[in-house]
């Protein structure tokens, strides 16, 4: 059976596609089955930890965690999106139908777009934290807090409904084979039929914007967090400071680069250096963010003992 050619007339169009996942090589499929099944349950098992603690324990609902909720909640959603359709592909032959596919590019988008801003907000409440410790609680209210993330996740739906709108115009008449393991735009693109000079305008404008503005902002941020730390007098004082934003520009920088990496390279780049850099902000990021805000985060142990101990006792 030819499963590149679902439609042998100009009119025609593509129903069902076939991913073809990470790898096509018999000896790695099982292995990598194994590997990823437990990077995605460590994933599961780490955000929803993170959510759990910062629910159940008041110290712990400050700014700084109700961003860092929002960010778990996101990295659970999204890595649920990808992670499960990905797994089939070592194990089956993998396909989804036209409105699947369109719907995963929606929440894949969506969640991403979520992540990239809810890090910027959390650049933002640092910066708030350090360099005006006497209006944080006004910069920071509630109030601000919550039109923060409303923000977010509008902006999230309008660029993800923008991606799916113009990639539902496309018509797919000819190969229905995505050589990845999910439905990513560019992979989606490279079987179009018709021009996509549009959905890559549309994605050039998007991610541009997506990387340039959070990129901006957090710069500045923590420039001026840099300039701030480095005149307190106190090694203790810098010692904190520092501790208190050294899992954000660790988790900036994972999210960030891989994704630098998927979007702005050269045109020569091949299709699996693209599956492999968007599984690590895809898949690898998610399970690693609960480990990396966590390892030194004295707040989080102490709420994680607290939990284990009423746990126990009742």
Same mark, same amino acid.
């Given at each position: 059976?030819?499963?590149?050619?679902?439609?042998?007339? =100009?009119?025609?169009?593509? @129903?069902?596609?076939?991913?073809?996942?990470?790898?096509?090589?018999?000896?790695?499929?099982?292995?990598?089955?194994?590997? #990823?099944?437990?990077?995605?349950?460590?994933?599961? %098992?780490?955000?929803?930890?993170?959510?759990?603690?910062?629910?159940?324990?008041?110290?712990?609902?400050?700014?700084?965690? *109700? #961003?860092?909720?929002?960010?778990?909640?996101?990295d659970l959603c999204y890595?649920?999106?990808?992670?499960?359709k990905m797994l089939v592909?070592?194990?089956?032959?993998?396909?989804?139908?036209?409105?699947?596919? $369109?719907?995963?590019?929606?929440?894949?988008?969506?969640?991403?777009?979520?992540?990239?801003?809810?890090?910027?907000?959390?650049?933002?409440?640092?910066?708030?934290?350090?360099?005006?410790?006497?209006?944080?609680?006004?910069?920071?209210?509630?109030? %601000?807090?919550?039109?923060?993330?409303?923000g977010v996740y509008v902006?999230?739906?309008?660029?993800? $409904?923008?991606?799916?709108?113009? $990639?539902?115009?496309?018509?797919?008449?000819?190969? =229905?084979?995505?050589?990845?393991?999910?439905?990513?735009?560019?992979?989606?693109?490279?079987?179009?039929?018709?021009?996509?000079?549009?959905?890559?305008?549309?994605?050039?404008?998007?991610?541009?914007?997506?990387?340039?503005?959070?990129?901006?902002?957090?710069?500045?941020?923590?420039?001026?967090?840099?300039?701030?730390?480095?005149?307190?007098?106190? &090694?203790?004082?810098?010692?904190?400071?520092?501790?208190?934003?050294?899992?954000?520009?660790?988790?900036?920088?994972?999210?960030?680069?891989?994704?630098?990496?998927? *979007?702005?390279?050269?045109?020569?780049?091949?299709?699996?250096?693209?599956?492999?850099?968007?599984?690590?902000?895809?898949?690898?990021?998610?399970?690693? @963010?609960?480990?990396?805000?966590?390892?030194?985060?004295?707040?989080?142990?102490? &709420?994680?003992?607290?939990?284990?101990?009423?746990?126990?006792?009742?």
């Amino acid at each position: 059976m030819n499963w590149g050619r679902m439609a042998l007339g =100009n009119d025609s169009s593509v @129903k069902e596609f076939i991913l073809l996942g990470l790898t096509q090589q018999p000896d790695l499929q099982l292995p990598l089955f194994f590997f #990823f099944l437990g990077v995605y349950i460590f994933s599961v %098992v780490g955000n929803l930890g993170l959510i759990v603690l910062i629910v159940l324990n008041p110290h712990l609902q400050t700014p700084m965690y *109700y #961003f860092l909720f929002n960010l778990s909640f996101t990295d659970l959603c999204y890595s649920s999106v990808i992670t499960p359709k990905m797994l089939v592909s070592f194990v089956k032959q993998n396909t989804i139908s036209h409105a699947e596919c $369109m719907t995963q590019l929606f929440f894949f988008c969506f969640f991403v777009i979520d992540e990239c801003y809810i890090l910027t907000a959390m650049a933002y409440d640092r910066y708030a934290a350090i360099c005006k410790p006497l209006l944080y609680q006004v910069t920071m209210s509630h109030r %601000v807090c919550l039109l923060m993330t409303v923000g977010v996740y509008v902006m999230g739906f309008v660029e993800a $409904m923008a991606h799916t709108a113009n $990639m539902l115009q496309v018509i797919f008449c000819d190969s =229905n084979i995505i050589n990845h393991y999910l439905c990513e735009i560019n992979a989606l693109l490279k079987l179009s039929c018709t021009s996509t000079s549009i959905n890559e305008l549309v994605v050039y404008i998007v991610v541009g914007f997506n990387v340039i503005m959070p990129t901006l902002t957090i710069f500045i941020s923590y420039t001026l967090i840099l300039s701030n730390i480095l005149s307190i007098h106190s &090694a203790e004082g810098r010692s904190k400071a520092f501790s208190t934003c050294g899992s954000h520009v660790i988790a900036v920088s994972l999210f960030f680069g891989a994704a630098a990496f998927m *979007y702005v390279k050269p045109s020569s780049a091949s299709e699996d250096e693209d599956k492999v850099s968007t599984i690590f902000y895809t898949i690898m990021g998610p399970m690693l @963010k609960p480990f990396i805000y966590s390892i030194r985060n004295k707040d989080v142990h102490i &709420a994680l003992r607290k939990t284990l101990k009423r746990s126990i006792f009742i």
